[in-house]
């Protein structure tokens, strides 16, 4: 094989890998987009005491927490207390609960990145 062979060969395996991963990032790309509009559009929505009040039990949950609001309901079931402990809080200012487990710590970031899955607008 000629040194000219081989450096073809490399030229043609590189832009093999950079078309690679042109294509994963436009891929990948393509639902991030899709969130963001959709996060703003969420954002943008603005509800009343009372509309939320009206969410208060395990059959739909929506929450007040640091001026969003969210709608728990199908969080429920994953969230790591009883019931109760989660339910109490439906259809009302949360962020109390929200910034103190009971141990005087607030939720960790974890917990507050997948709390902006589930937010819905903002409060009045
Ligand atoms: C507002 C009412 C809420 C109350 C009273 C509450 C209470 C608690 C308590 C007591 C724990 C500790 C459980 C343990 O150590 O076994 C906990 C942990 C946790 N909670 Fe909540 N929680 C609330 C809302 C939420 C929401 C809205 C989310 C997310 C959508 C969430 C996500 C988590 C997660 C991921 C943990 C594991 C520990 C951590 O990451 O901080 N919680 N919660």
């Known amino acids: 094989m000629t040194s000219s062979r081989i450096a073809y060969t490399a030229f043609v395996a590189f832009v093999s890998v950079v078309l690679t991963l042109i294509v994963v990032y436009l891929i ?11 996060k703003a559009s969420s954002d943008s929505t603005v509800y009343t005491i009372d509309q939320v ?4 039990d395990a059959s739909s949950c929506w929450k007040i927490i640091e001026g969003g609001v969210y709608d728990l309901t199908t969080y429920l079931p994953d969230h ?7 339910t109490r809080w439906c259809g009302r ?4 609960a929200w910034q103190d487990k009971g141990n ?3 939720h960790s970031p974890r917990a507050a990145a997948r709390l902006e ?7 009045d």
Request: charged share 25%; no cysteine; hydrophobic share 25%.
């Open 28 to 38: 990948q790309g393509s639902p991030e987009q899709v969130t963001m509009a959709d």
């Open 53 to 56: 009040a009206e969410h208060n």
């Open 80 to 86: 790591p207390t009883d019931e109760e402990t989660f």
């Open 93 to 96: 200012e949360a962020t109390p």
């Open 104 to 106: 005087g710590r607030s």
């Open 117 to 123: 899955n589930y937010r819905i607008g903002v409060i």
